[in-house]
T-cell receptor
């Protein structure tokens, strides 16, 4: 059973379009993290959200943590080909930093 | 470079062989994690070290998997009698302090293991 469900699994869009990726769970997490992973590389942390209702912005990326701390979203404005990659959400389980990852959303932005 | 490095980057093993995967964390990082990432999936936690102590090995799938970090720096993940279902990318991550949500995990590029 996947604790964190991401949708959509695949997304192919044109440069300049907006998109939203969702990360949902029936469990409460103390924090949620978003990573981007490129082929042949490890995931790279984009942001950590901790407080229910929190919104964080990173240039064209906006991250939101649900009020109940069970879900999160990532919105990209005016996507660029350089945004192409696998976007993973991860929740912290326990007190030692063990991360539970979703399956990821594979984003392709075409010029 | 100052990042996490892993070797080998690619490993092909025949079913039944033993393999050893190495992780060099960022110098001085206290915490070290191993994850397994199957094709089309997100990473799954295997085990966690704080310095040389293995504090959590709840994610290791079977007793064929063994990890160590004897001097609190380099870590080795060993898989004995490899099976086809062990084929995956094995990721190592380190973080500066005692693990917790405030501590960023820095991932290595992974070792892609293929078991024939």
């Amino acid at each position: 059973t996947q604790l964190l469900e991401q949708s959509p699994q695949f997304l192919s869009i044109q440069e300049g379009e907006n998109l939203t990726v969702y990360c949902n769970s029936s469990s409460v997490f103390s924090s949620l993290q978003w990573y981007r992973q490129e082929p042949g590389e490890g995931p790279v942390l984009l942001v950590t959200v901790v407080t229910g209702g929190e919104v964080k912005k990173l240039k064209r990326l906006t991250f939101q943590f649900g009020d109940a701390r069970k879900d999160s979203s990532l919105h990209i404005t005016a996507a660029q080909p350089g945004d192409t990659g696998l976007y993973l959400c991860a929740g912290e389980r326990g007190s030692q930093g063990n991360l539970i990852f979703g399956k990821g959303t594979k984003l392709s932005v075409k010029p | 470079g100052a990042g996490v490095s892993q070797s080998p980057r690619y490993k092909v093993a025949k079913r039944g062989q033993d393999v050893a995967l190495r992780c060099d964390p960022i110098s001085g990082h206290v915490s070290l994690f191993w994850y397994q990432q199957a094709l089309g999936q997100g990473p799954e936690f295997l085990t966690y070290f704080q310095n040389e102590a293995q504090l959590d090995k709840s994610g290791l799938p079977s007793d064929r998997f063994f990890a160590e970090r004897p001097e609190g720096s380099v870590s080795t993940l060993k898989i004995q009698r490899t099976q086809k279902e062990d084929s995956a990318v094995y990721l190592c991550a380190s973080s500066p302090g005692v693990a917790g949500y405030t501590d960023t995990q820095y991932f290595g590029p992974g070792t892609r293991l293929t078991v024939l």
